[in-house]
T-cell receptor
Framework: DAGVIQSPRHEVTEMGQEVTLRCKPI?????LFWYRQTMMRGLELLIY????????DSGMPEDRFSAKMPNASFSTLKIQPSEPRDSAVYFC??????????????FGPGTRLTVL | GDSVTQMEGPVTLSEEAFLTINCTYT??????LFWYVQYPGEGLQLLLK?????DKGSNKGFEATYRKETTSFHLEKGSVQVSDSAVYFC???????????FGTGTRLLVSP
């Protein structure tokens, strides 16, 4: 079975450019999570969706960040304009949750973003 | 709010040594508890979990017991291998529906 797929795996861009990260969750999963990992701040939850609806975006650092989930098999995280402090590894994870219980989250391999 | 505290790393051990990585938590209600592992260059993988007090999660020789009285979920392994070198994250389900709260991670380095 294919796991969570993220693209690109690596992205290098210049400050001020728009960056779009992509995620394909595991087929059949109904929840999707975006995380950011840095040495300084560790692993941070940015936003999560349930049945394509954003449930909690309180972790989104500022208005430059936006996330969408137009259907059950695709999500994007966009940064516009990008800044050097956005450099991090961004992970997407998905899970199949039912009856209000938390189930295992499956993580993608991550996108390493470098903003120069 | 809910939180997870892990011991600072790195933890450096020789092969076949005994491993303990401490994890304590603060949460309302009755959270589920997890250990995730991250190998270099990869995403996180679930290592083990426990969903209620006194449950023991185990996998690949690793174990952790959900201790409600001490609000702890310490990770142990009797004999580590070089291939166990990774970063280990303790986490709990809390803060609402489906949300995981992670600790800061503990890096384990095992030398031959």
């Amino acid at each position: 079975d294919a796991g969570v797929i993220q693209s690109p795996r690596h992205e290098v861009t210049e400050m001020g450019q728009e960056v779009t990260l992509r995620c394909k969750p595991i087929s059949g999963h109904n929840s999707l999570f975006w995380y950011r990992q840095t040495m300084m701040r560790g692993l941070e939850l940015l936003i999560y969706f349930n049945n394509n609806v954003p449930i909690d975006d309180s972790g989104m650092p500022e208005d430059r960040f936006s996330a969408k989930m137009p259907n059950a098999s695709f999500s994007t995280l966009k940064i516009q304009p990008s800044e050097p402090r956005d450099s991090a590894v961004y992970f997407c994870a998905s899970s199949l949750a039912g009856s209000g219980r938390l189930d295992e989250q499956f993580f993608g391999p991550g996108t390493r973003l470098t903003v120069l | 709010g809910d939180s997870v505290t892990q011991m600072e790393g790195p933890v450096t051990l020789s092969e076949e040594a005994f491993l303990t990585i401490n994890c304590t938590y603060t949460a309302t209600g009755y959270p589920s508890l997890f250990w995730y592992v991250q190998y270099p260059g990869e995403g996180l993988q679930l290592l083990l979990k426990a969903t209620k007090a006194d449950d023991k999660g185990s996998n690949k020789g690793f174990e952790a017991t959900y201790r409600k009285e001490t609000t702890s979920f310490h990770l142990e392994k009797g004999s580590v291998q070089v291939s166990d070198s990774a970063v280990y994250f303790c986490a709990l389900s809390g803060g609402g529906f489906q949300k995981l709260v992670f600790g800061t991670g503990t890096r384990l380095l095992v030398s031959p």
